[in-house]
């Protein structure tokens, strides 16, 4: 922020003129008796006392470490537009530079500068030991601001280190002050949502950035200060930072952080996957749509497993093998090559592993059913236990607003105690409304997975390459190329569904499945 006022001086005015200048680096400053205000009547009244007119008044506030404050640049332009006004008013040394650079830039000015605070004045005519002394009131200060940044370097790598964010909330999150008055970050309840949905439409591997971008403003992604839509290179920077998953990258290192995850680990890492796909070898928009690039990744040396075309008709997949990566790894990973007719067998292959019969269909189906009565008692007894802290807090509420009627307690201590229950309402308001909508869909999510499941293998035979890797993600983790072969997981709960499956095949009783084999399914 910078304010420049003009002194409109009579014409007939012989004092000589003068130009002020008057700065304080943060609002902390400003409320801390650094304020412009007083540096302004301070400086009027020096000016008045000693005979100088005021030509112009320069005003910044702000923090700068560097030059390039807007005021005391527009200060020296008009100095050296002006060269009959030669004097310049500042309250004291550390006021007027920041650094080293301002020195020399205010000392080819030729100007004589008082310092009204310190009472000193100088021009080209002061003695050496003036300008000496002057010179180390000026590199003290920038000592004090390369201090003040290395020691707020410092506190933030340690806050860091403790597990909190040291910076202003990204995107999805909101800065909060806890109750220690400690600063901590806390998922935005408008924009975290929006966020999570942006890596479950990329790591489909469907849609490009820019899609993402599109649907993520239909979706009213904004910046929180401004209101400005969301540039894409802003989306694809989100997608890279691993902050959303509870984990942050600061100074070089990787913390744990103590705050709530928007994100799930293993979806931002299938994100990196299909990123890195994209990126090997220079991808270029128009490309082929290889089923399987971006779902796997080298074992050897963790880099995505891309598609090629080899012989303009062959399709090969190999590791992308970047240098960084694959320091110190076996470098032959980086020359094996695999036809994508023998990974789309052993995708089969896997998806064959959920294929049922109709009496194991039923059989869960049932187990489905058993179990809602237990997922229903659970979600009811969790909406209880939240309704009654709702209730606590909003009692809480009402008896400190009686305290603070009848002056037990003032009223900026209602304000922060208030606003912090209010806090913990919303929150118990969004696990209600959680546990409402989980008991909903509890049936008919679990007989839809079961039948997409069955249904897999025959699903994958279809399918173009883009459909092909929406179905292995969907099912498939963890993918990755150990010596040609698919090694993968099944996502829960096809993971339990396939074992499942495997124990009815080895049972040996004739016609029929024991019981024991669904056990997992039941309720308890």
Not at 137 to 146: C, E, Q, R, T
Not at 446 to 459: N, P
């Amino acid at each position: 922020m910078r304010k420049r006022l003009r002194v409109a001086e009579p014409a007939h005015d012989a004092r000589r003129q003068a130009v002020i200048y008057a700065r304080v680096s943060s609002k902390e400053q400003e409320k801390e008796g650094f304020s412009i205000p007083a540096q302004l009547k301070l400086l009027k009244e020096y000016a008045a006392a000693n005979g100088f007119a005021v030509a112009q008044e320069y005003v910044d506030i702000e923090t700068a470490k560097q030059t390039g404050r807007t005021a005391f640049g527009e200060m020296v332009a008009y100095l050296k537009a002006h060269p009959a006004i030669r004097v310049m008013l500042v309250e004291k040394t550390d006021r007027l530079y920041r650094n080293l650079k301002d020195w020399v830039t205010v000392d080819e000015l030729e100007v004589e500068m008082h310092f009204a605070k310190e009472g000193v004045v100088l021009s080209r005519e002061s003695r050496s030991s003036e300008k000496f002394m002057h010179g180390i009131k000026v590199l003290m200060a920038k000592n004090y601001i390369d201090n003040l940044s290395e020691e707020t370097r410092k506190g933030m790598t340690e806050k860091a280190a403790q597990g909190f964010w040291p910076s202003n909330a990204p995107l999805g999150y909101r800065n909060m002050m806890r109750e220690d008055g400690r600063k901590i970050i806390v998922p935005d309840e408008v924009t975290a949502p929006i966020i999570r949905k942006m890596f479950e439409w990329y790591a489909w591997g469907d849609l490009s950035t820019q899609e993402v971008t599109k649907k993520a403003r239909a979706a009213g992604l904004v910046f929180k200060k401004t209101g400005a839509r969301i540039p894409k290179s802003t989306v694809a920077a989100i997608l890279r930072n691993r902050i959303y998953t509870g984990r942050f990258d600061w100074d070089g290192k990787t913390y744990q952080g103590r705050y709530d995850a928007i994100v799930p680990t293993e979806l931002w890492e299938r994100v990196q996957d299909v990123m890195d796909g994209r990126n090997a070898r220079g991808a270029k928009k128009g490309r082929r749509d290889f089923a399987f690039s971006g779902l796997i990744a080298c074992h050897a040396c963790g880099c995505a497993v891309v598609g090629e075309i080899k012989k303009e008709r062959y399709v090969y997949y190999h590791c992308t093998g970047y240098a960084d990566k694959c320091e110190g790894k076996p470098a032959d990973c980086r020359r094996k090559y695999v036809r994508e007719e023998v990974l789309e067998a052993q995708f089969t292959e896997l998806l064959g592993r959920l294929r049922f019969d109709d009496y194991v269909l039923e059989w869960v189906r049932d187990a489905l059913h058993a179990s809602h009565a237990a997922e229903r008692r659970e979600h009811d007894e969790a909406i209880k236990r939240h309704q009654a802290e709702y209730k606590r807090l909003d009692d809480r509420i009402h008896a400190m607003y009686v305290d603070k009627l009848d002056g037990l307690v003032d009223t900026a201590f209602f304000e922060k105690m208030s606003n912090q229950w209010r806090e913990e309402q919303n929150r118990c308001q969004r696990e209600i409304e959680r546990h409402q909508n989980a008991d909903k869909s509890y049936l008919s999510e679990g007989v839809a997975l079961l039948e997409r499941a069955r249904d897999a293998q025959r699903l994958f035979a279809k399918q173009e390459p883009r459909e092909k890797r929406r179905l292995l993600n969907f099912v498939l983790s963890n993918c990755t190329w150990e010596d040609g072969k698919v090694v993968a997981t099944f996502r829960q709960p096809f993971d339990m569904l396939a074992e499942t499956i495997i124990e009815t095949r080895n049972e040996n009783a004739p016609g029929g499945v024991s019981e024991r084999v669904f056990e997992k399914w039941l309720p308890e």
